[in-house]
């Protein structure tokens, strides 16, 4: 019931099911999410988008593809377990991803060493 609305934030997630935002939240607590996973999956959708840009730009389509399948398979993974702790490896990219302008290269390095 509720992975239909996780990448909603809390409060539209909670409109849209017809309860407020206190019951949704006792709700996850009873279900044993103790956050609301929308800004973990919007990261991890932004993070895919910023590996396909670079894949696209860079000529390596191959290396993007693998590492978004990747982030795709953590996120199907998030569905089951929200509080699914994010492996290093994304962690890493991540950062990368947000730290670094991508016409640098550095994701590119970052992509290689998530595929390992």
Known sequence: ML???YDLP????????????????????????????YRKRQSLHKLM???QAYGCSSGQP????????QLQAFLDELLEDPDREMEARIKKL???????????GDIHRSCRSAET
Do not use: F
């Open 3 to 5: 992975r239909k609305v």
């Open 10 to 37: 809390i409060s539209k997630a909670a409109t849209s099911l017809g309860v407020g935002v206190t019951v949704l939240k006792r709700i996850c607590r009873d279900m044993h999410i103790s956050r609301w996973p």
């Open 49 to 51: 988008a910023t590996v």
């Open 62 to 69: 191959q290396a993007a593809q693998s590492v978004c399948q």
């Open 94 to 104: 991540r950062q990368v991803g947000y730290s670094v302008d991508v016409s640098k």
